[in-house]
């Protein structure tokens, strides 16, 4: 029962084998979409999908994008102590911070047919698109020159329908490497604010 909903009182009656079986006790009614949980108890596909939708309702405009790991990069990352995931994290948040840019993030490892790691993920346009290739490339390993051009993908954001395509394998790929899904705090914010209000209009 949610906070705020209490059961209609009905009084006892003084001889309990007075009482009417034809009427049955009611309770105040319940809303329809009642089991949809709370922010803290949704998972990181949900999450994804409720950053991207705070991402498109920003001012700002946003992107997808792709970037394919190296094999030295793959390999770095599946013996860092701090863990795949956090090992990327902490490398791009470093070259971010080097350029004086405060970007609202979120991604996630993929793996493709034949089990190679590589990154999803969206942003909001806050610099030039080059320079922010030039962050992931330092942080993330640089393809070699015949490669390069295949090595990074960025197209408007259209539809959170991204989001549940990038988060596909998520259980897999968690089962493999640890954590493999994750966003910046500002954009957490932004998430739970936009599912919070998504939640209110469904109950």
């Known amino acids: ?17 007075s009482i009417d079986t034809s009427v049955t006790p ?20 949900v999450k994804a999908v409720a950053a991207t939708a705070a991402l498109q309702i920003a001012e700002k405009p946003a992107y997808a994008f792709t970037f394919n790991l190296t094999t030295k990069a793959r390999e770095k990352a599946l013996t860092h102590p701090m863990g795949f995931l956090d090992s990327l994290k902490r490398a791009f948040d470093k070259q ?5 840019i405060r ?64 988060t596909r394998n998520l259980r897999r790929v968690s089962n493999k490497i640890g954590p493999a899904f994750t966003m910046t705090r500002p954009l957490q914010q932004d998430a739970q604010w936009t599912y919070e209000e998504i939640r209110r209009i469904m109950r």
């Not at 971010?96 to 004086?100: D, I, P, S, T, V």
């Not at 993920?121 to 962050?135: D, H, Q, R």
């Open 96 to 100: 971010l911070a080097r350029a004086g």
């Open 1 to 17: 029962m949610l906070a705020g909903e209490a059961s209609v009182a009905h009084p006892t009656p003084s001889n309990p084998l």
């Open 26 to 45: 009611t309770t105040s009614p319940k809303p329809s979409n009642d089991n949809i949980p709370v922010w803290a108890h949704t998972g990181d596909v």
């Open 103 to 166: 970007l609202p993030y979120w991604f996630c490892i993929d793996r493709d047919w034949d089990g190679r790691l590589h990154i999803h993920g969206a942003f909001a346009a806050v610099t030039e698109k080059e320079i922010l290739k030039e962050a992931m490339r330092r942080a993330w390993g640089e393809a070699p020159e015949r490669g390069r051009q295949f090595q990074i993908k960025i197209v408007p954001l259209r539809d959170d329908g991204w989001a549940t395509y990038a």
